[in-house]
């Protein structure tokens, strides 16, 4: 049996107004389905312990979370090592109700940028209005950063939780390091 690996091996950098790092491996399972229905409801926050997220928002404390991804599409977080068990009891929850649940863990790498300069950095990146008052914590938005689609939540103070597709992680990690060189500081926050 081969061993998981994350995209990058773990990479971190450093050097820049905020710290990028490729967070360790993450369950990550797509839901799919009526986010209203009861079914879809117990067997999401079943799974994790966490309230059902309004829209535009993300519930997470450490390795578990949920987070509304669409009007129809929730994500998943649960410890990597947990995502059979976790699917298995999902879906007996689901039981006849019209559902998808798909472990998704391997198609995606997480990052997390955080310091100072965090908020700078993904305004550099992303169309979304990162002042305070329009997103902070718990806020979540499906997005762009530059032209790859990515995720991205506030889960704590000056730092974020990025997703993108495993195949660009290399792409998005070089785009959030430029974005966080020194001396870009453009101080609009």
């Excluded at 979370?65 to 669409?70: D, I, K, T, V, Y």
């Excluded at 530059?146 to 103070?157: H, I, K, L, N, R």
Aim: charged content about 20%.
């Amino acid at each position: 049996m081969s061993k998981a690996v994350s995209a990058l091996g773990g990479v971190t950098w450093t050097d820049g107004i905020a710290t990028v790092h490729e967070a360790p491996l993450q369950g990550m399972i797509t839901v799919r389905g009526d986010l209203t229905s009861k079914g879809v409801i117990k067997a999401a926050t079943g799974a994790t312990g966490m309230q059902m997220p309004a829209q535009g928002t993300a519930n997470c404390n450490g390795t578990k979370g949920l987070c509304w991804m669409s009007p129809d599409e929730l994500l998943v977080l649960c410890a990597y090592g947990d995502v059979a068990q976790v699917l298995d009891g999902m879906r007996a929850a689901l039981g006849d109700q019209h559902g998808l649940a798909v472990d998704v863990s391997d198609a995606r790498a997480l990052f997390r940028v955080a310091g100072k300069g965090a908020l700078e950095v993904m305004a550099k990146l992303a169309p979304v209005d990162f002042r305070p008052s329009a997103f902070g914590h718990g806020m979540f938005r499906r997005s762009r950063l530059a032209q790859v689609p990515a995720a991205f939540w506030m889960q704590e103070d000056d730092a974020f939780h990025v997703v993108c597709f495993r195949s660009q992680a290399q792409y998005v990690f070089d785009l959030l390091k430029a974005a966080g060189q020194k001396g870009s500081e453009v101080s609009i926050f």
